[in-house]
Protein backbone atom coordinates (compact mmCIF):
# COMPACT_ATOMS: atom_id res chain seq x y z
CA UNK A 1 0.00 0.00 0.00
CA UNK A 2 0.83 3.76 -0.28
CA UNK A 3 -0.39 6.70 1.85
CA UNK A 4 -3.30 8.28 0.41
CA UNK A 5 -4.54 11.69 0.92
CA UNK A 6 -8.64 10.93 2.17
CA UNK A 7 -9.77 13.61 -0.14
CA UNK A 8 -13.35 13.96 2.26
CA UNK A 9 -11.38 15.21 5.50
CA UNK A 10 -9.66 17.90 3.42
CA UNK A 11 -10.78 20.74 5.65
CA UNK A 12 -12.31 19.15 7.92
CA UNK A 13 -9.63 20.24 10.46
CA UNK A 14 -8.51 16.68 11.80
CA UNK A 15 -6.41 16.62 14.86
CA UNK A 16 -6.83 12.83 16.11
CA UNK A 17 -7.45 9.66 15.20
CA UNK A 18 -8.01 6.06 15.73
CA UNK A 19 -8.61 2.75 14.59
CA UNK A 20 -9.95 -0.77 15.07
CA UNK A 21 -10.09 -3.77 13.79
CA UNK A 22 -11.82 -2.89 10.15
CA UNK A 23 -12.68 0.87 11.19
CA UNK A 24 -11.68 4.55 10.93
CA UNK A 25 -12.30 7.35 13.51
CA UNK A 26 -11.55 10.22 12.78
CA UNK A 27 -12.27 13.60 15.10
CA UNK A 28 -11.31 17.67 14.83
CA UNK A 29 -11.19 20.18 17.85
CA UNK A 30 -14.79 22.05 16.32
CA UNK A 31 -17.08 18.80 17.25
CA UNK A 32 -16.77 17.02 14.16
CA UNK A 33 -16.24 12.76 14.30
CA UNK A 34 -16.22 11.03 11.57
CA UNK A 35 -16.44 7.08 11.22
CA UNK A 36 -15.81 4.55 8.08
CA UNK A 37 -15.28 1.53 7.87
CA UNK A 38 -17.14 -2.13 8.97
CA UNK A 39 -19.99 -1.40 11.41
CA UNK A 40 -19.94 -4.79 12.31
CA UNK A 41 -21.29 -4.56 16.30
CA UNK A 42 -22.31 -1.08 15.42
CA UNK A 43 -18.62 0.12 16.18
CA UNK A 44 -19.29 2.85 13.41
CA UNK A 45 -21.87 4.98 16.36
CA UNK A 46 -24.38 5.60 13.38
CA UNK A 47 -27.46 3.16 14.72
CA UNK A 48 -26.71 1.31 12.88
CA UNK A 49 -24.07 -1.91 11.75
CA UNK A 50 -24.00 -0.99 7.96
CA UNK A 51 -20.17 -0.21 6.32
CA UNK A 52 -19.38 2.78 5.42
CA UNK A 53 -16.49 3.39 2.32
CA UNK A 54 -16.09 7.33 3.20
CA UNK A 55 -15.95 9.16 6.42
CA UNK A 56 -19.52 10.04 7.64
CA UNK A 57 -20.14 12.11 10.57
CA UNK A 58 -22.02 10.78 13.81
CA UNK A 59 -24.61 12.94 14.38
CA UNK A 60 -25.09 12.26 17.89
CA UNK A 61 -22.18 13.77 18.93
CA UNK A 62 -22.46 17.16 17.28
CA UNK A 63 -23.58 18.82 20.70
CA UNK A 64 -20.53 17.43 22.35
CA UNK A 65 -17.39 18.90 23.18
CA UNK A 66 -15.05 15.54 22.62
CA UNK A 67 -11.84 15.35 25.32
CA UNK A 68 -10.27 11.92 23.96
CA UNK A 69 -11.19 9.07 22.06
CA UNK A 70 -9.96 5.92 21.82
CA UNK A 71 -10.64 2.70 19.80
CA UNK A 72 -10.27 -1.13 20.75
CA UNK A 73 -10.82 -3.58 18.28
CA UNK A 74 -14.42 -3.66 17.97
CA UNK A 75 -15.44 -0.59 20.42
CA UNK A 76 -15.18 2.97 20.90
CA UNK A 77 -14.81 5.06 24.22
CA UNK A 78 -15.35 8.52 24.11
CA UNK A 79 -14.75 10.85 27.24
CA UNK A 80 -16.75 14.39 26.73
CA UNK A 81 -14.36 17.42 27.73
CA UNK A 82 -17.01 17.59 31.06
CA UNK A 83 -16.36 14.01 32.20
CA UNK A 84 -19.14 11.95 30.31
CA UNK A 85 -18.20 8.69 29.26
CA UNK A 86 -20.12 7.55 26.27
CA UNK A 87 -19.18 3.85 24.76
CA UNK A 88 -20.50 2.20 21.52
CA UNK A 89 -19.47 -0.93 19.30
CA UNK A 90 -19.42 -4.43 21.11
CA UNK A 91 -20.25 -5.28 24.28
CA UNK A 92 -18.77 -9.03 24.74
CA UNK A 93 -17.43 -8.93 28.15
CA UNK A 94 -18.81 -5.88 29.31
CA UNK A 95 -16.20 -3.92 27.93
CA UNK A 96 -18.65 -0.91 27.14
CA UNK A 97 -19.03 -0.55 31.28
CA UNK A 98 -22.70 -0.70 30.53
CA UNK A 99 -23.32 -3.71 33.15
CA UNK A 100 -24.25 -5.36 30.30
CA UNK A 101 -22.75 -7.71 26.68
CA UNK A 102 -25.27 -6.01 24.16
CA UNK A 103 -23.89 -4.63 21.20
CA UNK A 104 -24.87 -0.33 21.49
Sequence with gaps: GRPTVVESLKGKAI??????DGFSIFASDN????????GTTGCLGHGDWNTSVKPK???????????AISCGSQH??????EGAVMTWG?????????????DL
Design 15 to 20: TRVCAG
Design 31 to 38: GIVMTCGE
Design 57 to 67: LIERLLAVDVG
Design 76 to 81: VVVVAA
Design 90 to 102: CGEGGRLGTGQED
